[in-house]
T-cell receptor
Framework: AQTVTQSQPEMSVQEAETVTLSCTYDTSESDYYLFWYKQPPSRQMILVIRQEAYKQQNATENRFSVNFQKAAKSFSLKISDSQLGDAAMYFCANSGGSNYKLTFGKGTLLTVNP | SQTIHQWPATLVQPVGSPLSLECTVEGTSNPNLYWYRQAAGRGLQLLFY??????ISSEVPQNLSASRPQDRQFILSSKKLLLSDSGFYLC????????????FGNGTRLTVT
């Protein structure tokens, strides 16, 4: 069974600072992808970044980057130069399930302080 | 480009009434389709997924059912709503490959009174 754990229910960061959101997962699959989704107050789910388990290089998308530690089954999200628009719920997800279903963590609510 | 439409956006229904939420995808063929539920302050729980017309897999036993009458149409239903069915329902599609992310609709906020 796939599990995804986000141990930080809430985080806060000052505007322009850097914040790291934690995620750990468990899977018996060898081929899988990991994703971070953002859910702003509008509740629209927006893909932030994805990482292939076979790639050692950490994925980067502009101000968003991940620290993928495969052996530790850890997949954290770093947001640099935080902006007010980054305030949202962030979900970590793993695609290791059958039929490539995504298993989601419970989310981390990020607050950005001006 | 691909788009996903989900409606209605909000719905208030009494206990015991029926439910029908609809989701359609445009711009792609043979997508995998999913229904997720998000309870207040919690993560997303997969309810149903479908890899083709008429093929429905249920992830958790519940008061709800799903159908896929057409390739790009996915419907979530209930014959009699329970209070516990309240929540935020999200439809999503993917291309069905390991690296394919889910693309979500805007969601339906269901309140059962």
């Amino acid at each position: 069974a796939q599990t995804v754990t986000q141990s930080q229910p809430e985080m806060s960061v000052q505007e322009a600072e850097t914040v790291t959101l934690s995620c750990t997962y468990d899977t018996s699959e060898s081929d899988y992808y990991l994703f971070w989704y953002k859910q702003p107050p509008s509740r629209q789910m927006i893909l932030v970044i994805r990482q292939e388990a076979y790639k050692q290089q950490n994925a980067t998308e502009n101000r968003f980057s991940v620290n993928f530690q495969k052996a530790a089954k850890s997949f954290s999200l770093k947001i640099s130069d935080s902006q007010l628009g980054d305030a949202a719920m962030y979900f970590c997800a793993n695609s290791g399930g059958s039929n490539y279903k995504l298993t989601f963590g419970k989310g981390t609510l990020l607050t950005v302080n001006p | 480009s691909q788009t996903i439409h989900q409606w209605p956006a909000t719905l208030v229904q009494p206990v015991g009434s029926p439910l029908s939420l609809e989701c359609t995808v445009e711009g792609t063929s043979n997508p995998n389709l999913y229904w997720y539920r998000q309870a207040a302050g919690r993560g997303l729980q997969l309810l149903f997924y479908s890899v083709g017309i008429g093929q429905i897999s249920s992830e958790v036993p519940q008061n709800l059912s799903a159908s896929r009458p057409q390739d790009r149409q996915f419907i979530l239903s209930s014959k009699k709503l329970l209070l516990s069915d309240s929540g935020f329902y999200l439809c999503a599609w993917s291309s069905g490959t390991r690296n394919s992310p889910l693309h979500f609709g805007n969601g339906t906020r269901l309140t059962v009174t």
